[in-house]
């Protein structure tokens, strides 16, 4: 049996961890730096800062799993456990169905362990429209070095399985480039089950890797605690206020936490990072930019028969991309996309595939021949394409409100095209554009699937859009009223607050956005431990 | 799904006309129970959505739930409760939406007149509730296609993240060795 870091960290008796929905009493504690959010920004923040000697208490709203033992791969597991809202969080008008993380390690633990730098063209973007000048190539270059280190991003060298191997032929028969991803992984068995939690420790998610770091340090983990509101003192966050969450992580228990720091670090991820300053004390959005410009990645959907097996649920899921159309157009003309491919698995299939009753099921009969190729549109970069704003429910709970514009719509519209007349080049027997308005069946031809495509009624609950990488919403910027955050991750406004997650980005990035979030929280959190300590910090440093 | 928003929005639905029905209809009652094993076993779903619940799910699974009549019911019964185990994953405000929509389902007087089924769920026929499905599906109205789209998430979310709707479709589940090393752990 794999080794399981958790398992073995919590027999220690060295951990201090505390399941918030077990407390029987309000609980109170003061820490150097409070991190709310244990995923990609939060694992970072807290091994840097807990490395730095300083007493580092984080707060997770979603469950600790053991890191091997508790992935039982199937979905029934999954969803419900590791996701946000049983992986069914959806936009306010139910066009966009999101997938985020919700367990100590966050959306890490559930991810696809894709690995890419943040592109040029975008930190570029980001210097001329948001003044960040520090976030150049070259001073980001460093930084990602480090993050690839420590989490263990290498070449895949193994030979990419039957769904992704489809993108690369239908790429090579339409003459444009793609190319190997790279992925955080070490000693992985190529299983694909990376989304359901990777039962071997290979996946180097944060729960393996800065989050047991962390814990050996001294840090200090509760979970099940939602981190409510921050409360502020003559202009400074002074505590942060947090509901424990029962047994399921569904309803509040009725115990309360509340933690004293010096320094408070948020990375609840997108969406929950901007609610959490929401339901804050006032002074903390003077500009009304907290939660403005969250960005999807909106991605669309294009199935395929193949005539022969695919078995998409096998194989590392993601090992080849396509960045032609992010590549062939300027970054601020129409809307660019990446294409790439999903693992297939048998609830998440059978909810996309559109329909019901015998014509379903027969799409479910031939499901070891279906091939699936995803686009992921580059949003952000362009005026039509301002994201979405994050609002609170009556529960206080955030929600994205995230119109689909005419300009994002169109660059749909294309990926449609793209991806059909790409699978169609690599074999297959038909191709389904995942739509309401389309056939189980649909089309036959490349001929049928241009005629038929450029007609489609281009629409919420008709189209299918979804997205696993939500961005921004606390974005930076070097002038306060274009912005939450400058180019440090710290608060326009309060000097002790600091946004280190995905929420930070001034627009999308352009890729999947895991390795953008850990270099650029590694610089920022470096940056802020050297700063409480009073000398530099090495991240890597023994 | 449905936000009580909307629903108000929808007009003619709201509460003047349940009022009316009322008068119309006598006492809103749901319809008949949808037999269980088990009632106790269901966090979130009422005798009345369980069987508005099975009948959705008898059209919607058609094709994928086992023809022989004995075991058709027991998959039903279990899908009906794989439903219930979903809906009561959820948080608490969506929970409150999906009820919002299963009570619109149910009640009487909006079972007949937006979702357009005149009998009791339990003796509707499968022409019937296919296309309430497929009004629903293609309605120009946001409202109506986001119940299709939560109906058809949580029928097929509920059906195949049950091992045993696997058989058929050529998926045989996590990786043999992992299933060991579980026994094992
Ligand atoms: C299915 C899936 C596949 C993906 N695949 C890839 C991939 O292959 N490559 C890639 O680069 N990216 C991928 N991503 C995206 C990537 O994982 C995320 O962008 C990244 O993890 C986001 O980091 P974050 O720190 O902003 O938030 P997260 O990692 O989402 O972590 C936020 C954490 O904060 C917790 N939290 C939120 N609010 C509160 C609160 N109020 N109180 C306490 N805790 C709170 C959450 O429960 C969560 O655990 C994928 C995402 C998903 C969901
Ligand atoms: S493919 Fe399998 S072994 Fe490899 S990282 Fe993903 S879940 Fe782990």
Not at chain 1, 280 to 284: A, I, R, T
């Given at each position: 049996m794999a080794k399981d870091v958790i398992a073995e960290g919590l027999a220690s008796g060295r951990w201090k961890v505390?399941?918030?929905?077990?407390?029987?009493t309000d609980l109170e504690l003061t820490a150097d730096v409070v991190i709310v959010g244990t995923g990609a920004g939060g694992g970072v923040s807290a091994e840097i800062l807990a490395k730095a000697g300083l007493k580092v208490v984080l707060l997770e709203e979603g469950a600790l799993h053991?890191?091997?033992?508790?992935?039982?791969?199937t979905e029934a597991n999954a969803?419900?456990?590791?996701?946000?809202?049983?992986?069914g969080r959806q936009t306010k008008d139910k066009g966009i169905t999101i997938l985020q993380g919700r367990a100590v390690g966050g959306s890490t633990v559930v991810n696809w362990t894709s690995s890419f730098r943040t592109p040029p063209s975008t930190l570029k973007y980001w210097q001329s429209q948001?003044?960040?000048?520090?976030?150049t190539v070259e001073s980001m270059q460093p930084w990602f070095e480090k993050a690839e280190k420590r989490l263990n991003?290498?070449?895949?060298?193994v030979e990419p399985n039957v769904n992704n191997t489809v993108l690369k032929l239908g790429a090579d028969r339409l003459g444009i480039s793609w190319s190997h991803i790279r992925r955080n992984v070490n000693?992985?068995?190529?299983?694909?089950y990376c989304g359901m939690g990777c039962p071997v420790n290979a996946k180097q998610s944060m729960l393996v890797s800065t989050i047991p770091s962390a814990l050996d340090k001294g840090a200090v983990l509760v979970t099940?605690?939602?981190?409510e509101r921050i409360v502020m003192q003559g202009g400074k966050a002074q505590a942060i206020e947090a509901s424990a969450m029962d047994g399921r992580g569904i309803?509040?228990?009725?115990r309360k936490i509340r933690v004293l720091a010096k320094a408070f670090v948020l990375a609840g991820g997108s969406i929950n990072t901007p609610g959490l300053l929401l339901r804050?004390?006032?002074?903390?959005n003077p500009y009304q930019?907290?939660?403005?410009?969250t960005f999807l990645h909106p991605v669309n959907i294009s199935g395929a028969f193949m005539?022969?097996?695919?078995?998409?649920?096998?194989?590392?899921?993601?090992?080849i991309y396509s960045d032609h159309f992010l590549e062939s157009q300027?970054?601020?003309?129409?809307i660019g996309y990446k294409l790439e491919v999903p693992p297939l698995h048998p609830v998440l299939t059978a909810i996309t595939m559109?329909?019901?009753?015998a014509k379903h099921r027969s799409v479910m009969s031939r499901f070891a021949q279906l091939q699936v190729v995803l686009s992921l549109l580059r949003d952000g970069?362009?005026?039509?394409?301002?994201g979405g704003n994050v609002e609170l429910k009556r529960d206080g709970t955030p929600v994205l409100d995230y119109p689909i514009t005419d300009f994002v719509w169109e660059g749909l519209r294309r990926s449609y095209l793209t991806m059909a007349e790409l699978q169609f080049a690599a074999g297959a027997t038909r191709v389904v554009?995942?739509?309401?308005?389309?056939?189980?069946?649909?089309?036959?031809?490349w001929a049928e699937a241009k005629r038929g495509i450029s007609e489609l009624p281009l629409e919420i609950l008709r189209a299918k859009i979804v997205s696993a990488h939500v961005m921004g919403g606390c974005g930076m910027s070097a002038d306060p009223r274009q912005g939450?955050?400058?180019?440090?991750?710290?608060h326009h406004q309060v000097d002790n607050l600091y946004v280190f997650d995905?929420?930070?980005?001034?627009?999308?990035?352009?890729?999947?956005?895991q390795l953008s979030i850990y270099g650029l929280v590694a610089r920022n959190a470096s940056r802020l431990a050297g700063q409480l300590i009073g000398r530099p910090v090495d991240w890597l440093a023994a | 799904m449905l936000t009580r928003r909307q629903l108000i929005k929808t007009?003619?639905?709201?509460?003047a006309l349940l009022g009316v029905a009322r008068f119309g209809y006598g006492p809103l009652e749901a319809d008949p129970v949808y037999a269980v094993?088990?009632?106790?076993?269901?966090?979130?779903?009422d005798a009345a959505s369980r069987s508005a619940m099975a009948a959705i799910g008898r059209v919607m699974l058609a094709g994928a739930l086992p023809e022989a009549p004995a075991a058709r019911d027991i998959a039903l019964q279990e899908f009906v409760h794989g439903a219930d185990i979903a809906i009561s994953g959820l948080p608490g405000v969506v929970q409150d939406e999906v009820k919002q929509l299963l009570m619109l389902l149910t009640n009487r007087f909006t079972r007949r007149w937006?979702?357009?089924?005149?009998?009791?769920w339990g003796e509707a026929s499968d022409d019937d509730i296919g296309n309430f499905l497929s009004r629903w599906r293609y309605s120009s109205l946001v409202l109506l296609r986001s119940g299709y789209q939560a109906l058809h998430q949580v029928v097929f979310a509920a059906w195949y993240g049950n091992?045993?709707?696997?058989?058929?479709?050529g998926y045989d589940g996590p990786p043999a060795f992992v299933k060991d090393f579980f026994k094992h752990g």
């Open positions: 505390q399941d918030a929905s077990q407390l029987n053991f890191a091997s033992r508790d992935f039982r791969l969803y419900p456990n590791l996701y946000q809202e049983s992986a948001f003044g960040l000048k520090a976030l991003v290498i070449d895949w060298n000693g992985c068995m190529n299983l694909g099940r605690a939602r981190a309803y509040p228990s009725g804050s004390d006032e002074g903390l930019r907290v939660g403005k410009r005539p022969f097996k695919v078995e998409g649920w096998n194989g590392a899921p993601q090992s300027p970054i601020d003309g129409p559109t329909g019901f009753g970069f362009h005026p039509d394409s301002p554009p995942i739509h309401e308005d389309i056939g189980v069946e649909g089309y036959s031809s939450v955050v400058d180019v440090n991750g710290r995905g929420s930070a980005f001034p627009t999308s990035i352009g890729a999947n956005p | 007009g003619v639905l709201g509460g094993v088990d009632p106790a076993r269901f966090k979130v779903l937006v979702v357009g089924i005149t009998k009791p091992p045993h709707a696997w058989v058929g479709i």
